[in-house]
């Protein structure tokens, strides 16, 4: 009853079990906050790498983030406004990478783009390699991120009025300036979701990159991985590496807060 | 510049079948049920569906014709349209959902802002709210917007779809003079979507009306209120019509007919404006001698025209000073006993009388 208005009766049940759940999902968190090494962190943070790490993983979930977004917006307009044999296939492909475990997903690209695999013999001819490459690192990011942009688009589209589009048409808009000036602006809400989710999963990536790019440091260790190699030489290490992560996630989600979840 | 359309597509529920002619500087209403297809007829106009068969020509120039694949899109039709719901673009402000025209031509944006903002000025919108999203806009500010969107680029051909239906009663009555002085004052042809009577009277010169995609009756408003052809037409348009000048008489106003005159409730218009008045023959009590005196303050005397029956109800005309039309359920005209010839007394109250400036 902090507000004024009409009252709110939470039932028991649900108050209980959500309590139970809020404890579940932040005691580990504060448990991080608890046994950081908070006295040596500056020395334990620079002696794992993490530095280096965090600003990697800053470059490659941008990046990544970016890519998904020019891919997966198109990919979600042909899924939602454009009829072909097949549609339903290629929407539940394009999703895979959502709910595909991110290790199978690296063995994928493995297969198709590696030193030997099926375009990637291809590329190395031509003198590309991706594998063990930060670019190589940023693909198999990508790979896990589309779906969120394309999930997130694709509604958006379809819950769009048509009548507003053919209205710019009636008045003389052309297409490109329909999309550039009535479509896109129109979804922003959910565009900026999806970029935002496409950019959190890519953050958290872990097991699409280590088996696609590798994990060296400087060129593909990703903050994650690099949480995961500190942990089998300085436990402290891992916490401190891994307190910059929830602190960098929770500052985005705070700041994001309203453009994601409405007000 | 004249209108000629002959439009055929299938809808789910029907087909739509219409021939269209209008003249330079006239306006046409297409009047009709809800669902009756008169949105999709806009809809081919506009250029945003295309029929299965059919023919736009304006000024002798085919925006549209099947026969020999002519079909210019949208964008390229030299068009304005308001759209139901007025459509606005809820991400940009007034002024530039009023600019969007002029913008997606090309014109610069300082340029088309200016133009608008001068537009929408003319039309009563206040200027302070320009730079207000949609939503924030009333209803008759949002209309006063969309309307300034149909007219910036100047085009050859008006398309307005229910400009007031959204609007309560008395922002749609600060609305329709604005609308009647932008139609007049545009030069090219009109064509306005209205479930309203009293806006089909004010701002039509033909009347089109359109049942279930096809064209029941096509006329003016006289032609329509004297011989309505479907049950439909009868109701909405057979009122009666009382146009001529406004007489302020001690307290009490007037309009003067040609053929006598009716009381009517002060309008809020100037004494010596010529108006039209519309009052729903339903409103009418038909009397077999001289009602006592009562509060209806309009009591003419005459005699019976004719009598047509519709369903279980009976529509009279009476022939007095101005002749009216009353509709009494069939059991009463029974219980009365009328023939045509019967003498009889017509008695109605004066704001039954929606009066509106002509």
């Known amino acids: ?263 | 510049m004249n209108l000629e359309a002959e439009l055929t597509l299938t809808r789910t529920a029907f087909t739509v079948e219409v021939a269209l002619a209008a003249a330079e500087g006239s306006t046409l209403v297409l009047l009709g049920p809800n669902g009756s297809g008169k949105t999709t007829v806009l809809s081919c106009l506009a250029g945003i569906l295309t029929p299965e068969r059919g023919r736009v020509l304006l000024g002798g120039e085919a925006l549209l014709d099947t026969a020999v694949g002519i079909d210019v899109p949208p964008q390229r039709r030299p068009i304005g349209v308001l759209f139901q719901d007025g459509l606005l673009f809820p991400h940009l402000s007034a002024v530039e959902n009023a600019a969007f025209p002029l913008t997606a031509r090309g014109i610069a944006k300082e340029e088309a802002r200016a133009r608008s903002r001068g537009l929408l000025e003319r039309l009563g919108f206040p200027i302070a709210r320009s730079t207000a999203r949609p939503g924030a806009l009333s209803g008759g500010e949002a209309q006063r917007v969309a309307l300034a969107r149909a007219l910036v680029t100047e085009p050859q051909l008006l398309l307005l779809d229910e400009p007031t239906s959204a609007l309560d009663v008395r922002s749609r009555n600060d609305l329709r003079p604005v609308i009647g002085r932008a139609l007049s004052s545009f030069p090219g042809v009109r064509v306005l979507i209205t479930h309203d009577p009293v806006e089909a009277m004010t701002l039509g010169d033909r009347l089109v009306v359109i049942e279930d995609g096809r064209i029941s009756q096509a006329g003016t408003v006289e032609e329509l209120r004297r011989a309505p052809r479907t049950s439909y037409v009868a109701e909405l348009i057979g009122v009666n019509v009382f146009r001529g000048a406004l007489v302020a008489d001690g307290g009490t106003w007037r309009i003067e007919t040609p053929d006598g005159s009716v009381f009517v409730a002060d309008p809020g218009l100037a004494a010596g404006a010529s108006a039209i008045g519309v009052l729903p023959p339903g409103e009418i009590e038909l009397h077999l001698e001289r009602p006592p005196e009562g509060s209806a303050q309009n009591v003419l005397a005459g005699t019976v025209e004719a009598i047509a029956i519709d369903g279980h109800r009976a529509r009279v005309r009476v022939a007095c000073h101005p002749p009216v039309v009353a509709e009494v359920t069939l059991a009463s005209a029974e219980r009365l006993a009328l023939r045509p010839g019967d003498e009889l007394w017509a008695s109605f109250k004066a704001v039954g009388i929606d009066v509106e400036p002509a």
């Open chain 1, 1 to 263: 009853m902090a507000r004024g208005g009409s009252r709110r009766i939470t039932p028991a049940p649900v108050a209980v079990l959500s309590a139970i759940g809020i404890a579940f999902l932040a005691v580990p968190v504060l448990a991080l906050v608890v046994r950081a090494p908070w006295s040596e962190i500056g020395e334990k943070l620079a002696a794992s790498g993490a530095w280096v790490a965090f600003r990697l993983s800053l470059v490659v979930s941008l990046t990544a983030a970016a890519l998904s977004f020019v891919l997966g917006v198109p990919i979600a307009w042909v899924l939602a406004r454009s009829s072909f044999p097949g549609r339903a296939l290629v929407r539940a492909l394009v999703i895979l990478p959502l709910v595909l475990p991110p290790v199978v997903g690296g063995v994928a690209l493995l297969t198709a783009l590696g030193r030997s695999g099926v375009v990637g013999s291809w590329l190395y001819d031509l003198g590309i390699q991706l594998t063990f490459t930060t670019a190589g690192a940023v693909l198999a990011t990508t790979f896990v991120s589309i779906p969120l942009v394309i999930l997130s688009a694709e509604g958006g589209l379809r819950s769009l009025d048509p009548r507003y589009e053919q209205a710019a048409a009636a008045m003389g808009a052309s297409r490109m300036h329909t999309l550039r000036r009535v479509t896109l602006p129109m979804l922003r809400p959910q565009l900026a979701a999806g970029l935002v989710l496409a950019w959190a999963r890519a953050l958290g990536e872990f097991g699409a990159t280590i088996t696609f790019a590798g994990n060296l440091a400087g060129r593909t260790q990703t903050l994650p991985l690099a949480v995961y190699e500190a942990r089998q030489t300085d436990p402290g290490a891992a916490v401190a590496a891994s307190l910059l992560l929830v602190a960098l996630s929770l500052v985005v989600l705070v700041a994001m807060r309203d453009r994601i979840f409405g007000r």
